[in-house]
Nanobody, 122 residues
Framework: QVQLVESGGGLVQAGGSLRLSCAAS????????MGWFRQAPGKEREFVAA????????YYADFVKGRFTISRDNAKNTVNLQMNSLKPEDTASYYC???????????????WGQGTQVTVSS
């Protein structure tokens, strides 16, 4: 089992940057693919980025390509999401998740964190 705790959210102006981190407990972290998802008020949770267990494969939603970068450090049991050129429409709660496959499919992820709020002002 994996427990996930996100951090790094906050309030930032449009065009600014934030770095989200997700700390995982458990010795099996390196076996899991990791994903970041987000959910804005009144909207469904949506895929943002994913990374394979080795870090060799990454996927991004079209709306973050070129702006967000996902990375992981298996020695530290962390996965990060560097977010640059933030837009007001990026405002949402951001969740990290762990699963068996590197995929954009939300339901494929077994473990979820509690989320961290990102607010981008215009």
């Amino acid at each position: 089992q994996v427990q996930l705790v996100e951090s790094g959210g906050g309030l930032v102006q449009a065009g600014g940057s934030l770095r989200l981190s997700c700390a995982a407990s458990g010795r099996t972290f390196s076996r899991y693919a990791m994903g970041w998802f987000r959910q804005a008020p009144g909207k469904e949770r949506e895929f943002v980025a994913a990374i394979s267990w080795s870090g060799g494969i990454t996927y991004y939603a079209d709306f973050v390509k070129g702006r967000f970068t996902i990375s992981r450090d298996n020695a530290k049991n962390t996965v990060n999401l560097q977010m640059n050129s933030l837009k007001p429409e990026d405002t949402a709660s951001y969740y990290c998740a762990a699963g068996s496959y590197t995929t954009v499919v939300l339901t494929a992820y077994h473990y979820w964190g509690q989320g961290t709020q990102v607010t981008v002002s215009s």
